[in-house]
């Protein structure tokens, strides 16, 4: 069974850091782009940014660049999101997700639970 | 900046089909957009229903189908059951990497 487990979540300060995690199973991972998207409360679905099966190429949205960085270490079938400088926009539930394919034109299918990152003092 | 847009609410009554849509506010959607479509439910994390346009992820009824119709990418739901009532978000790829989503349908079932 495909399954995304998301981590590090949590009550930051503005400006401040943190760094989230996605643990995959059940598929090839080295074999699959994958995907951070975020959902404020009360709000839609929103694409954060991309890494490519190899990890060699990344892609963020506007809000985040400069901010955030998407890496992923095939060796431990994980997903990272390091976040810094933290705004209290950026308070959302963060999913990880599976692209079904290699590439950056693939879509996401499979999604983590969320986790949830609050920016507040 | 290029939005994506969606139908802010839909109601359909059971048993009936209904289609959503999925537009540019600047240009018309094709299968270059590898248009996608995700259901998603209070306090759920989303769930897959179409990607690339028209295919179905694992575990999708056939009810659920994705086209392109006209100048927007859509979804279309066959016989409407109660627990379709849920928000539908759709995303379509615009290029270098980026991904955008729409703002959502809540769509109604009664």
């Known amino acids: 069974e495909v399954q995304l487990l998301e981590s590090g979540g949590g009550l930051v300060q503005p400006g401040g850091s943190l760094r989230l995690s996605c643990a995959a199973s059940g598929f090839t991972f080295t074999s699959f782009a994958m995907t951070w998207v975020r959902q404020a409360p009360g709000k839609g679905l929103e694409w954060v940014s991309s890494?490519?099966?190899?990890?060699?190429?990344?892609y963020y949205t506007d809000s985040v660049k400069g901010r955030f960085t998407i890496s992923r270490d095939n060796s431990k079938n994980t997903l990272y999101l390091q976040m810094n400088s933290l705004r209290a926009e950026d308070t959302a539930v963060y999913y990880c997700?599976?692209?079904?394919?290699?590439?950056?034109?693939?879509?996401?299918?499979?999604w983590g639970q969320g986790t949830m990152v609050t920016v507040s003092s | 900046q290029t939005v994506v847009t969606q139908e802010p609410s839909f109601s359909v009554s059971p048993g009936e089909t209904v289609t959503l849509t999925c537009g540019l506010s600047?240009?018309?959607?094709?299968?270059?957009?590898?248009p996608s479509w995700y259901q998603q439910t209070p306090g759920q994390a989303p769930r897959t229903l179409i990607y690339n346009t028209n295919t179905r992820s694992s575990g999708v009824p056939d009810r659920f189908s994705g086209s392109i119709l006209g100048n927007k990418a859509a979804l279309t739901i066959t016989g409407a059951q109660a627990d379709d009532e849920s928000d539908y978000y759709c995303v379509l790829y615009m290029g270098s990497g980026i991904w955008v989503f729409g703002g959502g349908t809540k769509l109604t079932v009664l």
């Open positions: 890494i490519s099966a190899s990890g060699s190429s990344t």
């Open positions: 997700a599976k692209c079904s394919g290699s590439t950056k034109r693939d879509a996401f299918d499979i």
């Open positions: 600047s240009g018309s959607v094709s299968t270059s957009y590898y």
